[in-house]
């Protein structure tokens, strides 16, 4: 105890001298860049540490291990790994009255999102209004623009630290918050447009960027003279360029013609979001526990096409392609909110394939909760279970095929012929064992490894089966991305129009120090391994391939195969 009073009379002695700097940082609530804004943050958590637990803050007694924010406790925090920032909300000094979130009175008539692509002149001029006038709004409202950009910037930051556990940063990417808390960012959003314009009926437009008519980004978005216009893009992904679902940075990858883009994106999404999402955690990533370090597995969607759009979206004159690119900016951007709209409709639509058979019914889950400010400027608490039945939210997504449900890839060599020119290959020594520990090996040229499978099992026909890239490492700021095949015999077919293709990692560092730790990447391959004519082999050829540069900074510890029951 004396010595948490003398830290917090050191702090405040410090925070006095520093006063005149902090306060600026507190109020700009802008990019700072590391020096002293760094040491600064590092004395005012401190100091709300203490200050928490002085003013008799909750204890450590709760049972659930749900995830939530401590609100009265935001700090700069990293927006890339060498940047600083401070996205907190003004007013958290203290706790601040919140009410419990309820559904919304039935609405009447349900607010229904409509695809970017088919919108009339007038929502869009609607849309355009209600859009201008938030931005219009001072920063000291929370329904200003910037407000719900900053958001984003929140919790993917590590800007909290969970309710009890004070040296446990709260991030909702790479776990499986993302759909959750992603889905009640865009909600409380979509309601406060509404409301600005005195429209209860206004509902978000989705991005449709797995239609073909709609993988271009939507016209208005690229229209100078709108609200939804944005500098910090990519203007050489402007319209009519079809989007890249599965894109890298590199300037010597092929510059794929719209065409076939659009049958890669097909095929890649039907990976995506069908063969490689059999199991909950494929799909959803993994368990994330309040006081749990830190979950390790990110899901499909999640990786790609979500983390590929972001980048292929930003800025390349930007050194993290900001705004899209880095998800400290990300929602500054009014695409985002489009895209973000897309995924929440795929996450629907996921269900809907698994007739909801794969919903996660872990506590857990379920009671994680979240603060948001409503169209009323009520702060409201809000948990995971609170948003898992969009009808009783008041909103439905208009109808829209899934063309990609049928373009399942085909193999890219018939699977025998496949399989003598691995043995050939295996023989001249190209191939070589999946275990690189306990150095790591770094993904700097793609290889192949043997991986055997798990003795022969008796078939269980629900179990599904996975490839695990284990250990991986990233060092440094830049997106990373590389690839998975299978039985790959042609290198030149290295394409993820073919069946060979099981997954990607597509990552986006930041979030700080815990976003640092070694992650899995984990891919559901039992429909591509009967494809592929493999699911009676006792070993498989895996191929890692690095799709950018910057995975020079990567190493993986290993590859293995498990099971999903
Ligand atoms: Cu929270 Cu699309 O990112």
């Known amino acids: 105890m004396a010595e948490k009073k003398w830290i917090l009379m050191v702090s405040l002695a410090f925070i006095m001298v520093m006063s005149p700097l902090s306060s600026r940082i507190m109020e700009s609530a802008q990019v700072q860049h590391l020096n002293m804004g760094e040491l600064a943050s590092l004395v005012l958590g401190k100091f709300q540490f203490w200050a928490t637990v002085d003013n008799g803050g909750e204890k450590k007694t709760v049972e659930s291990r749900a995830i939530g924010p401590n609100m009265t406790a935001c700090h700069h925090s990293y927006g890339r790994p060498d940047l600083l920032v401070y996205c907190c909300p003004p007013g958290f000094e203290k706790s601040v009255p919140f009410v419990d979130f309820e559904l919304p009175e039935p609405p009447?008539?349900?607010?229904?999102?409509?695809?970017?692509?088919?919108?009339?002149?007038?929502?869009?001029?609607?849309?355009?209004?209600?859009?201008?006038?938030?931005?219009?709004?001072?920063?000291?409202?929370?329904?200003?623009?910037?407000?719900?950009a900053e958001l984003h910037c929140q919790f993917c930051t590590g800007a909290y630290e969970q309710l009890n556990y004070s040296d446990t940063p709260v991030n909702i990417?790479?776990?499986?918050?993302?759909?959750?808390?992603?889905?009640?960012?865009?909600?409380?959003?979509?309601?406060?447009?509404?409301?600005?314009?005195?429209?209860?009926?206004?509902?978000?437009?989705?991005?449709?960027?797995?239609?073909?008519?709609?993988?271009?980004?939507?016209?208005?978005?690229?229209?100078?003279?709108?609200?939804?216009?944005?500098?910090?893009?990519?203007f050489s992904h402007f319209p009519p360029r079809v989007a890249d679902l599965d894109?890298?940075?590199?300037?010597?990858?092929?510059?794929?013609?719209?065409?076939?883009?659009?049958?890669?994106?097909?095929?890649?999404?039907?990976?995506?979001?069908?063969s490689g999402a059999r199991k909950t955690e494929l799909f959803m990533g993994c368990t994330y526990r309040a006081n749990d370090g830190y979950c390790d597995t990110t899901g499909t969607v999640e990786h790609a096409p979500h983390n590929t759009l972001h980048t292929w979206l930003g800025s390349?004159?930007?050194?993290?392609?900001?705004?899209?690119?880095?998800?400290?900016?990300?929602?500054?951007?009014?695409?985002?909110?489009?895209?973000?709209?897309?995924?929440?409709?795929?996450?629907?639509?996921?269900?809907?394939?698994?007739?909801?058979?794969l919903d996660i019914t872990d506590p857990d889950w379920l009671d994680s909760f979240f603060f948001f400010y409503d169209e009323n400027l009520k702060l409201v608490k809000i948990k995971v279970r609170d948003v898992l039945d969009i009808t009783k939210l008041g909103y439905s997504f208009e109808e829209v095929d899934h063309p990609w449900l049928n373009h399942r890839p085909p193999p890219s060599v018939p699977p025998k012929q496949a399989r003598q020119m691995l043995k050939l290959k295996e023989n001249k020594n190209q191939v070589f064992v999946p275990d690189f520990r306990p150095d790591g090996r770094v993904l700097d040229g793609s290889?192949?490894?043997?991986?055997?499978?798990?003795?022969?099992?008796?078939?269980?026909?629900?179990?599904?089966?996975?490839?695990?890239?284990?250990?991986?490492?990233?060092?440094?700021?830049?997106?990373?991305?590389?690839?998975?095949?299978?039985?790959?015999?042609?290198?030149?077919?290295?394409?993820?129009?073919?069946?060979?293709?099981?997954?990607?990692?597509?990552?986006?560092?930041?979030?700080?120090?815990?976003?640092?730790k070694k992650m899995k990447l984990r891919l559901g391959v039992s429909e591509l391994l009967k494809d592929l004519e493999a699911d009676e082999d006792e070993s498989i050829w895996v191929t890692v391939s690095p799709a950018t540069v910057s995975c020079s900074n990567v190493s993986i510890e290993g590859i293995k195969i498990e099971y999903i029951e």
């Open 108 to 148: 009447s008539p349900v607010k229904v999102r409509r695809p970017a692509h088919l919108l009339d002149e007038s929502f869009i001029v609607k849309y355009n209004k209600a859009l201008s006038i938030m931005k219009s709004l001072p920063y000291d409202d929370p329904r200003s623009f910037a407000r719900q």
């Open 247 to 274: 894109y890298t940075t590199d300037q010597n990858h092929p510059h794929r013609s719209n065409d076939e883009q659009i049958d890669v994106n097909l095929k890649f999404m039907y990976t995506q979001m069908v």
């Open 173 to 234: 990417h790479r776990t499986w918050l993302f759909f959750p808390w992603h889905r009640m960012m865009i909600y409380f959003h979509e309601r406060i447009l509404g409301s600005l314009i005195g429209d209860d009926s206004f509902a978000l437009p989705f991005w449709a960027w797995d239609i073909p008519e709609s993988m271009p980004m939507p016209d208005y978005y690229v229209d100078e003279n709108s609200a939804f216009f944005h500098t910090e893009r990519d």
């Open 316 to 357: 390349s004159l930007n050194p993290g392609r900001e705004d899209m690119g880095k998800f400290y900016s990300a929602a500054k951007d009014p695409i985002f909110y489009a895209h973000h709209s897309n995924i929440d409709r795929l996450w629907e639509a996921w269900r809907k394939i698994n007739n909801r058979r």
């Open 447 to 516: 290889f192949t490894v043997k991986v055997f499978r798990p003795a022969k099992r008796e078939s269980k026909e629900e179990e599904e089966e996975t490839i695990v890239v284990y250990g991986i490492e990233v060092k440094g700021n830049d997106y990373v991305k590389f690839d998975v095949y299978v039985n790959l015999s042609d290198e030149t077919k290295m394409n993820p129009k073919f069946r060979e293709f099981a997954g990607t990692f597509a990552h986006i560092p930041g979030g700080g120090a815990a976003m640092k």
